[in-house]
Each structure stands twice: as structure tokens, then as C-alpha cells.
């Protein structure tokens, strides 16, 4: 038997029934990642801010500013006076702009989601940006400690 014959008035063969229940389940889903990346724009700033910082910092060093800054400033009595780099200068202000971005996600409602990485994050780059100026046997005892104030206050803090 051909198809013809089979299927005389030439309709097209009838399509599996419709799940409207799946299609909902996926559009909800997508909706939901979608929302999330729409609401949450945090993230996105502090890694703008951080790109911003370095182009500044290798501006100011090009120019000579940096150096011009290093120059001028005198550590205190008793303080290593280490080479704070450019790269150093980055990773310090990169590491204020994550630790800032952890506390608004530690404290603002609107932003609130897990800090933990944030955080240690921020520790690594301010230890290394620190580590030019203190040495790093100096520097890894606080990273330690801070590290251990966030696990403190993450487990402190009431979840959601």
C-alpha cells in the first residue's frame, strides 16, 4: 500500500498530542534565568569598575604619575617602604571593589546571594597587592583571619 492509498485526502499525519504542562515548566525556567540575569547587575559593575581601575593605574604609570605617588609617599616608622608595583596598585583596588561588592551582598536584600567566594576572592587580590608592600609572610596570617570573619558572618547571617 502506497501513502496515497493510505492517506487519500492528502492531510498531513497528526502530530503527537500537545504538553502544555512541559512547555509551561520550560518557559518558567527560562523566565527565571533570564529574571536573574536582569536583576542582578552587581557582578557585571564591579568587573566594569575593575577594568576602569586598571587602565587608570597603567595610564597613571605610563605618564609617571604612579611613580610620582610612590615617591611621595614615606611608610611609617617600622613599616617595610616595599615597591608597590602597578600591579600591585591593581590588585589593591580590585581586591576593595570585590570585598565592597561581598558586603552589599552580605547586607542589601535586592543583592543578596552567596558571599563566600566573593569574598575570598577579595582576600586573594588584596593579598597580593599587600604582599608588595608587607611581604607575604605578613600578609597571609590576615587572609587567613579574614577569611575566617566571613565564614563567621556567613554562618551569622539569617539565609533567605
Not at 613599616?79 to 570585598?99: D, H, K, M, R, Y
Not at 558571599?115 to 604582599?131: E, P, R
Request: net charge neutral.
Amino acid at each position: 500500500m502506497s501513502a496515497k492509498e493510505t492517506n487519500p485526502n492528502n492531510t498531513p499525519p497528526e502530530s503527537p498530542p500537545f504538553d502544555d504542562k512541559a512547555e509551561e515548566k520550560m518557559e518558567k525556567e527560562n523566565g527565571k534565568v533570564e529574571e536573574k540575569h536582569q536583576r542582578d547587575r552587581l557582578g557585571d559593575l564591579v568587573w566594569a569598575l575593575i577594568l576602569i581601575w586598571a587602565g587608570l593605574v597603567f595610564l597613571a604609570s605610563n605618564l609617571g604619575w604612579l611613580n610620582a605617588v610612590r615617591t611621595s609617599l614615606v611608610p611609617p616608622q617600622g613599616l617595610p617602604s616595599g615597591g608597590l608595583s602597578t600591579w600591585s596598585v591593581i590588585f589593591l583596588g580590585a581586591g576593595v571593589l570585590v570585598f565592597i561588592e561581598a558586603l552589599v551582598r552580605t547586607f542589601v536584600p535586592a543583592y543578596r546571594s552567596a558571599t563566600s567566594g566573593t569574598f575570598i576572592l577579595a582576600a586573594v587580590f588584596l593579598g597580593i597587592g599587600l604582599s608588595a608592600i608587607f611581604g607575604w609572610n605578613a600578609v597571609w596570617p590576615f587572609i587567613l583571619i579574614a577569611l575566617g570573619l566571613s565564614a563567621l558572618l556567613n554562618a551569622l547571617m539569617p539565609k533567605r
